[in-house]
């Protein structure tokens, strides 16, 4: 009770309305997101401090088709005041055609750069202007083990590639498969090592050319590609390392193959995934104590110039129709008030720095919060950024040819002429 005393003192300072009176008619502010279930339930409480300290009225719409019904909206000038976009490639889209409210006009920036770091404000800029605040973190890059089973073996957690790879031919050499790796996921199958890819060409060859390779300005026959592959190659396509081989590797569903890391003896003893791994986890396994029975270390540097880059996704608020509620509601939801409830309900993580490891649910998000937090540069899930036809597409695909044994040269050329016809457009 007292901290959400103190939330709505917040609200009232930091929003810069005063609340509506009861004789008053009722203001309101519309939402469009994908959020439903629980996520939607969580958000909807986030919203009741404001409410209450202002007295405008919320009114959340979630669709699971929100590209086209937020493009219809938009196309019939019938926007809603404000919408949760899933990456920032949409974001960027609608900042082109300029239906976006710059939020600089209005929001103290000062503030603003003093909460998030600022790959994230760039992350929600474009041409110079600030659209969009980040919300509803994951993080990607983690490698999930057993301690009790690393400690059983005498096994210690790696702290560079290298020891990595030490750390896996120790585990060789002792019998047993270090890894477990799930790359079916139905019509989306291959996208659980488009994430190694992004992890490994961000501790390769930096952030910057991380950029320039999911905006097409490096070919996919580069060498920067070529490597990161190759070091994939050195774990995902090791007949040595894998649990079950790479035949397992190709038809194990993603949320399944961690199950290997609870066997008794285990089956496998690393597993690389992002934060929401847990819930498929304790699915299977609903009596492991997370941070206990199961946890998890930063997949580590390569190259050391560029440290540990953090990978992962977020939401992103942004704002199309500039009234006195929307703008209160913008700031509030850049406050950590609003992400300190918003964390608690659902254990995402938070890119606002103010926002108090307290608020997290348990040990794991704690953890991965101060990952992301302590991280040299953060970004976005590459695969998510690029068109279809290659982040969803010959990516996804050409993961499962190199794994499956085609030469990796002509899995390049096929995703690089795939990219050709898909930037000409």
């Not at 000038?77 to 300029?98: F, V, Y």
């Not at 799930?182 to 019509?187: D, P, R, V």
């Not at 509620?325 to 890119?351: C, D, H, K, N, Q």
Request: proline residues 6%.
């Amino acid at each position: 009770m007292y901290k959400k005393f103190l939330t709505f003192i917040m609200v009232i300072l930091l929003v810069g309305v005063v609340a509506v009176p009861a004789f008053a008619q009722q203001k309101t502010v519309s939402i469009l997101g994908v959020w439903g279930g629980h996520e939607k339930d969580a958000f909807i409480k986030t919203l009741e401090p404001f409410e209450a300290a202002t007295g405008i009225k919320v009114e959340f719409t979630g669709t699971r088709d929100l590209p086209a019904v937020l493009t219809t909206r938009v196309a019939a000038g019938n926007p809603p005041d404000i919408s949760i976009l899933p990456n920032p490639g949409q974001m960027e889209d609608l900042a082109k055609i300029k239906v976006l409210v710059d939020l600089s006009t209005f929001m103290n920036m000062d503030k603003l750069q003093s909460d998030y770091a600022k790959t994230w404000l760039n992350l929600g800029s474009y041409k110079g202007k600030l659209y969009g605040i980040y919300t509803g973190v994951s993080l990607k890059s983690l490698v999930w083990y057993n301690p009790k089973a690393f400690k059983e073996a005498g096994y210690k957690v790696p702290k560079t590639w290298d020891e990595l790879i030490a750390l896996s031919d120790r585990i060789v050499a002792d019998g047993k498969a270090p890894w477990c790796i799930g790359l079916e996921s139905g019509a989306a199958s291959g996208w659980p090592g488009t994430d190694w890819i992004e992890d490994i060409m961000l501790r390769t060859a930096g952030p910057e050319v991380y950029d320039k390779w999911v905006n097409h300005e490096i070919s996919w026959t580069s060498p920067q590609v070529k490597h990161a592959f190759e070091l994939f190659g050195k774990i995902a396509c090791n007949e040595k390392y894998l649990y079950g081989g790479t035949a397992t590797e190709l038809t194990a569903n993603f949320g399944d193959s961690p199950n290997a890391l609870f066997t008794s003896p285990p089956s496998a003893y690393m597993h690389k995934q992002a934060t929401f791994i847990t819930s498929f986890i304790l699915k299977y396994n609903p009596n492991l104590i997370p941070g206990i029975d199961f946890t998890f270390f930063s997949f580590p540097p390569i190259d050391p110039k560029y440290g540990a880059p953090a990978l992962g996704g977020a939401n992103v608020f942004v704002m199309f129709n500039d009234t006195p509620e929307a703008e209160a509601l913008m700031r509030y939801l850049a406050t950590p008030g609003f992400e300190e409830i918003l964390v608690a309900e659902t254990g995402w993580l938070s890119a606002n720095r103010r926002v108090s490891l307290g608020a997290y649910p348990d040990e794991l998000t704690r953890k991965a919060a101060q990952i992301l937090i302590q991280a040299p540069s953060f970004r976005f899930d590459g695969s998510d950024l690029m068109p279809a036809s290659i982040g969803s597409g010959s990516f996804w695909t050409g993961i499962l040819d190199y794994v499956g044994g085609e030469n990796l040269g002509t899995v390049l050329k096929k995703i690089e002429d795939s990219a050709v016809e898909a930037y000409k457009k």
